[in-house]
């Protein structure tokens, strides 16, 4: 009978899962920086003028930091170790950093 090799991902599997799990928090952050900004003042980010859009004037000062609050929060999650795949998950330890990653970023 002959023995079975472990399954195995492709090599570029994993780096892969990790640029898209690091483009996924990039985008959420932006996302939710931009909701709390709309939930905060109810005006919109963006106003047509003319042919372009331009930022709004009252989110401006906060359109400057947007770089800077994507760069926090994924290098918190980063120094969290949370874009390690290990291949076994533990709701409890990955729950634990999760929450420190966020209280941290936040």
Request: charged share 20%.
């Amino acid at each position: 009978m002959a023995a079975r090799a472990p399954a195995r991902a492709p090599r570029w599997a994993l780096p892969a899962i990790k640029a898209a799990l690091l483009l996924t928090d990039a985008l959420l952050a932006a996302l939710c920086f931009a909701a709390a900004f709309y939930l905060r003042e109810g005006l919109p980010l963006a106003v047509r003028s003319g042919e372009t859009w331009e930022w709004n004037a009252a989110f401006a000062p906060y359109a400057v930091l947007l770089p800077f609050v994507i760069v926090a929060r994924t290098t918190t999650l980063a120094r969290y170790d949370l874009y390690r795949l290990r291949g076994e998950y533990s709701l409890l330890d990955d729950g634990a950093r999760l929450f420190k990653a966020m209280a941290t970023a936040s």
